[in-house]
């Protein structure tokens, strides 16, 4: 008799600890698929970018075949100059799944309209590879710089903050005008038709990642001036690409401080 309640209770434990893990399989499997569809949601509202592997004109239309990392997408855009072994960035657009078109005789499997081109295509850039890390080092999320050692006196007046400060209010000071003094850390031309600076004050803690404020611009300061900086801040800025900042001043205007 204690053999058989023994089994039994094992048989039990077993069930029990069995539908568990199936509960525990599906919620992760759940999740996993959750997470996966947010991903391809996100991605759908970045820039394309790659190399053009084929290229076609129909009705008012350049069909290119872009190459990126081993993958081949189909971007249609109004007319453009394009060439096979160029680099280019597009807008993001309609996939359109199934299109059929006329002019080409053709069908798309899957096929995205963008509006055009981010910048000028370039074939004499120093590489796709270098094209796309320009971009990444440009929108970084989190500083790569570290923080140094610098004392500024702050900016006084209206609109006046300092670089914590921006971190600290940025819900209040969405969308409004902004001004600052700090040092240049890294500058990265040209990209998306901007210069975007990292600089800092001295305030902010590494801990709180709130020591460095990027700022986009079409000045050209050099790396290591101390400059004012005047331009409208924005929270939680995603500029498409898996590009997110907490806090960024767009627009800015610069110039040396005294």
């Known amino acids: 008799m204690k053999i058989k309640n023994f089994l039994l209770l094992a048989f039990i434990s077993l069930f029990v600890i069995g539908c568990q893990g199936g509960e525990e399989a599906a919620t992760k499997k759940a999740t996993t698929k959750k997470n996966t569809i947010k991903k391809a949601q996100k991605n759908q509202q970045g820039f394309l970018f790659g190399k053009v592997k084929e290229t076609m004109d129909s009705g008012g239309y ?154 986009t611009t079409k000045s050209e300061p050099k790396v290591g001036e101390v400059v004012i900086i005047e331009g409208i801040l924005h929270k939680d800025k995603d500029i498409g690409a898996g590009y997110f900042y907490p806090v960024i001043i767009e627009d800015a205007q610069i110039k040396k401080a005294n």
């Open 62 to 215: 350049t069909y290119i075949l872009l190459e990126f990392e081993g993958k081949d997408t189909w971007v249609a855009v109004p007319k453009m100059t394009v060439e096979v072994g160029d680099e280019v960035m597009l807008y993001p657009g309609q996939v359109m799944k199934k299109f059929h078109s006329k002019g080409l005789n053709r069908t798309f499997e899957t096929i995205i309209f963008s509006q055009g081109p981010v910048s000028p295509p370039s074939s004499s850039s120093k590489g796709h590879g270098q094209m796309v890390q320009g971009m990444k080092s440009a929108h970084q999320n989190v500083p790569r710089i570290k923080k140094v050692d610098i004392k500024l006196e702050p900016l006084k007046g209206e609109n006046a903050i300092t670089i914590q400060e921006a971190y600290k209010k940025a819900k209040e000071l969405d969308g409004k005008k902004v001004k600052l003094k700090a040092k240049v850390m890294k500058i990265s031309k040209n990209i998306l038709g901007k210069n975007w600076l990292h600089c800092q004050d001295g305030t902010g803690s590494e801990k709180a990642r709130d020591f460095d404020i990027t700022v």
